[in-house]
């Protein structure tokens, strides 16, 4: 497990209290969905539309944390 997935005692706390297979599916879950967001941001790019003729359009684009 990463240093930014959950730690032992969370995991734990999730099957004691719902159950150890429900919890080790959410766990995992979590895992996978924050696994999947790190590779979104390591990927992403910056687009630059570019269209003859117009004026170009200000838009915000958030920066990843």
């Known amino acids: ?7 032992y005692n969370s ?3 999730l099957m004691v209290h719902i159950g150890e297979t429900a919890g080790a ?4 879950l979590l895992n996978n ?8 941001r390591r990927t992403k790019v ?3 539309r570019i269209v ?3 004026q170009p359009v200000q ?3 958030e ?3």
């Open 52 to 54: 003859p003729g117009q």
């Open 59 to 61: 838009e915000f684009i």
């Open 25 to 28: 599916e959410i766990a995992d």
């Open 1 to 7: 497990m990463n240093d930014r997935g959950l730690s």
């Open 33 to 40: 969905l924050l696994e999947e967001v790190e590779e979104l």
């Open 11 to 13: 995991r734990k706390a």
């Open 46 to 48: 910056s687009i630059t």
């Open 63 to 65: 920066e990843p944390v």
